[in-house]
């Protein structure tokens, strides 16, 4: 019974010799002949396929719901909404509900440790999907005019005469 770790071979001398096993693994891994160097070579390619994505998203909300929502000058919908987008940095967020006074702030989408160079390769390289979420929530304040007109009549009427002083003062 041979021995399983060599096996016979012939020499081209004519004579006999003997190789080991894991030699003649390494030669048919690289033999041209082989279909393991096709795989090898589309292995990579293969993972590369499998990597997920970073998937960023905006989730918007505001009290009370239903307000429109503008980010940079386009409408994106209505509150509470979640949109994607794709660079961190500052918006322009705008919001507007019947009966209350508009919002217009710049808001910031910080980027996370994993979205800064270098771990971003290995972020995005990864098989599954990162999806990070940034939250801005606004609370909407009523007209002053719907919630008490006669407290905002005298709020206009006390702006005026300050106004008035002031110009007459210069």
Not at 41 to 53: D, H, S, V
């Amino acid at each position: 019974m041979p021995n399983p770790i060599t096996t016979l071979l012939p020499r081209a001398s004519g004579g006999g010799g003997t190789r080991s096993e894991t030699e003649g693994v390494f030669s048919s891994l690289f033999s041209p002949s082989s279909p393991l160097p096709i795989a090898y070579c589309l292995l990579p390619l293969f993972l590369l396929l499998l990597t997920g994505c970073v998937e960023r998203r905006i989730r918007v909300t505001s009290s009370p719901a239903g307000a429109r929502v503008w980010i940079n000058d386009q409408q994106v919908g209505t509150t509470p909404l979640e949109t994607r987008f794709t660079f961190y940095g500052g918006y322009d967020v705008r919001l507007e509900l019947e009966g209350y006074n508009s919002v217009n702030e710049l808001r910031q989408a910080k980027a996370p440790l994993y979205e800064y160079p270098g771990p971003d390769l290995i972020a995005t390289a990864l098989p599954f999907k990162l999806k990070p979420l940034v939250k801005w929530h606004f609370d909407l304040t009523q007209v002053e005019e719907k919630t008490n007109p006669e407290a905002a009549r005298e709020n206009l009427l006390n702006r005026a005469e300050s106004l008035r002083q002031q110009a007459l003062s210069e």
